[in-house]
């Protein structure tokens, strides 16, 4: 049976004081589903696990039916294969601009077609902060600070839950891990 190495992006965990799940928790949870190679990274809801290819498209829905199940915790959860990690990686073209990386922000959608509600936000002054979009994310420069970014809140506004956001940093570490071995 050939297998898919997915990663789970699980908004709002464990940012404030709601949502709080501990990491040993979520792999259980998710090895529990009969979910193989389960590596949770941080302690903010980002998991690298592989499924069944035939179970790939139905991933996250599970996790989100899980948490609430099993930890009684709401929380969207936006999945994408490794491929598509390395496509969100490759499309960043703020990388040159910024010069911290934990505030060069990778807005993942929930649903890619999403992406052409992003592409006004594109066309406008966000300076000293920039905005670009690519296949599957949008991109933030945040050189303040994502609570005092422009750019997030016009986001924000138009996508609500419908976009999760990790910083660069994150991204190219669960990228790292999305590409070791599993179990």
């Known amino acids: 049976m050939s297998t898919t190495r997915q990663i789970a992006l699980l908004r709002g965990i464990n940012v404030g004081r709601a949502k709080r799940i501990a990491m040993a928790d979520l792999r259980k949870v998710l090895a529990d589903l009969g979910f193989s190679g389960v590596r949770t990274l941080l302690n903010s809801g980002n998991v690298v696990f592989d499924c069944a ?17 099993k930890l009684g ?14 496509e969100v990686v490759q499309d960043n073209c703020l990388c040159d601009q910024a010069s911290d990386p934990s505030r060069l922000l990778v807005a993942i959608l929930a649903n890619p077609a999403d992406r052409t509600r992003l592409e006004p936000l594109c066309h406008q002054s966000w300076q000293p902060e920039a905005f670009a979009v690519g296949r599957w994310a949008g991109y933030l420069w945040c050189p303040d600070g994502v609570l005092a970014s422009r750019a997030a809140a016009a986001m924000g506004k138009l996508l609500g839950d419908a976009v999760t956001t990790r910083n660069w940093s994150t991204i190219t570490k669960l990228h790292a891990l999305a590409g070791e071995a599993g179990d």
């Open 53 to 69: 290819a035939r179970d790939a498209a139905l991933s996250g829905q599970r996790i989100e039916e899980a948490l609430v199940l």
């Open 73 to 86: 915790v709401g929380s969207r959860v936006t999945v994408l294969d490794a491929d598509r990690l390395a």
